[in-house]
């Protein structure tokens, strides 16, 4: 078994921030154990609550709309720790704004 450094785990968590997949995809795809990475990914997210409300900004990814012939959400947002909101029609933005405050 190959011993990661946090720096290591930093640089996969962040990878796999930029994917589409869910963690336990993303574990299965690079071979590593789920719960060594969940464990990193709950340190780091710690670490990264303090600094965030600080800034009171987040990332946001935007991605090309599909179409609406097929079951594809017309909005989907990834929150921090990995869970996954879809909206199949389109949505208020007081209604986002309701959502994540």
Known sequence: ?????????R?????WQASDLTQKEFCAQQSIAY????YWFK???EDKVLSRAD???IPVKITS???????????E????DGRRVN???????????ALLS
């Open 1 to 9: 078994m190959q011993r990661r450094s946090s720096k290591d785990w």
């Open 11 to 15: 640089e996969l968590i962040e990878k």
């Open 35 to 38: 719960s060594g990475f969940h």
């Open 43 to 45: 340190k780091f997210r």
């Open 55 to 57: 800034s009171g900004f």
């Open 65 to 75: 709309s599909a179409s609406k012939n097929n079951r594809t959400a017309a909005l």
């Open 77 to 80: 947002l990834v929150m921090p």
């Open 87 to 97: 909206f199949h029609d389109g949505v208020e933005v007081e209604f986002l704004r």
